[in-house]
């Protein structure tokens, strides 16, 4: 009788598991942030990076805040100087979002001090 029951659930673990496994693998995707020389650094923060900390990081790195003395969100260098610590507090989106920007700008900044 009980025999029944565990193999039901077993199934049942197994379905969903195997339901899972194929959501992450046809999940959309968004799409790489597309970043070119001909940007401007800055305004690419503003328009990119800045929404991802006000979403996340808002009440202490922003005027007003606790942190925003020492680590102001709003000024691309601090992005550029703490970019390992910050991602790690950042959800996975926002994470790879400040990354892209952090990678293209120190590229950018590399190329017009030349060598």
């Given at each position: 009788?009980?025999?029944?029951?565990?193999?039901?659930?077993?199934?049942?673990?197994?379905?969903?598991?195997?339901?899972?496994a194929l959501?992450?693998?046809?999940?959309?995707?968004?799409p790489p942030l597309v970043l070119d020389a001909s940007m401007d650094p800055d305004s690419v923060f503003e328009a990119v990076v800045v929404p991802v900390y006000r979403a996340?990081?808002?009440?202490?790195?922003f005027?007003?805040?606790?942190?925003?003395?020492?680590m102001p969100f709003d000024e691309?260098?601090?992005?550029?100087?703490?970019?390992?610590?910050?991602?790690t507090q950042l959800d996975e989106k926002g994470g790879r979002?400040?990354?892209?920007?952090?990678?293209?700008?120190s590229g950018?900044?590399?190329e017009a001090e030349g060598p």
């Amino acid at each position: 009788m009980g025999g029944g029951r565990v193999r039901a659930g077993l199934a049942a673990f197994v379905l969903v598991s195997v339901l899972a496994a194929l959501w992450l693998v046809v999940a959309p995707q968004e799409p790489p942030l597309v970043l070119d020389a001909s940007m401007d650094p800055d305004s690419v923060f503003e328009a990119v990076v800045v929404p991802v900390y006000r979403a996340q990081c808002e009440g202490c790195h922003f005027r007003g805040g606790e942190m925003y003395s020492t680590m102001p969100f709003d000024e691309p260098q601090v992005t550029l100087e703490w970019r390992g610590e910050i991602v790690t507090q950042l959800d996975e989106k926002g994470g790879r979002t400040v990354e892209a920007w952090a990678d293209w700008a120190s590229g950018l900044r590399e190329e017009a001090e030349g060598p």
